[in-house]
């Protein structure tokens, strides 16, 4: 055997890494990841996301109380960018993947950010939709460059900026009458 390094793709991998297969993402990471599967949805497994999160947001918040509207939409954001972080880092490893497509709770954070305090009305709730997409999808400083940030943190708070980008003109067009 001679000593010449070996042309395969593990040379210069330790043995321990260079065998190792990719983590299996676990089962409670992809359901939340995927936001029970919706990731999966074609085409545009964001929008998916997006409205379904509308949709579920308007049927939870009209059984609220309008006291507790805006404290629960802001709790309920809090929670799945806390779930939504870990969850999309296990599936960012288990895929090999920096972004992967199919992970969508980074829009249902940001979605759920842009509809905090918006009135239970469809026209807000439209807004508040389009405008999340089109700065998710834009992307204004600093949306992109907190993409640059590690696995699931870079993956989910892109989208919440996104979010807040959203929830920031929504309530400007509400204070100058533009959304009834």
Not at 74 to 103: E, H, M, N, W, Y
Not at 165 to 175: E, K, P, Q
């Amino acid at each position: 055997m001679t000593d010449t390094p070996s042309r395969d793709r593990s040379a210069g991998v330790p043995p321990a890494v260079a065998g190792a297969s990719r983590p299996r993402t676990p089962l409670w990471a992809m359901l939340v990841g995927t936001f029970f599967g919706i990731g999966r949805l074609r085409p545009g497994p964001g929008t998916w996301a997006s409205t379904a999160t509308v949709l579920l947001w308007a049927a939870v918040a009209y059984a609220l109380a309008p006291t507790v509207r805006t404290p629960i939409a802001f709790a309920l954001a809090v929670l799945v960018t806390l779930l939504g972080i870990p969850a999309a880092t296990q599936i960012a490893r288990g895929s090999a993947a920096k972004d992967p497509q199919f992970v969508v709770i980074d829009e249902v954070a940001g979605q759920l950010v842009a509809l905090i305090a918006v009135p239970l009305a469809w026209k807000s709730f439209v807004s508040s939709f389009i405008l999340f997409r089109a700065f998710d999808i834009l992307k204004p400083p600093p949306v992109r460059q907190l993409e640059a940030l590690p696995e699931g943190t870079g993956i989910v708070l892109d989208d919440v900026a996104a979010g807040l980008y959203a929830l920031g003109f929504v309530h400007l067009f509400l204070r100058f009458g533009l959304l009834r």
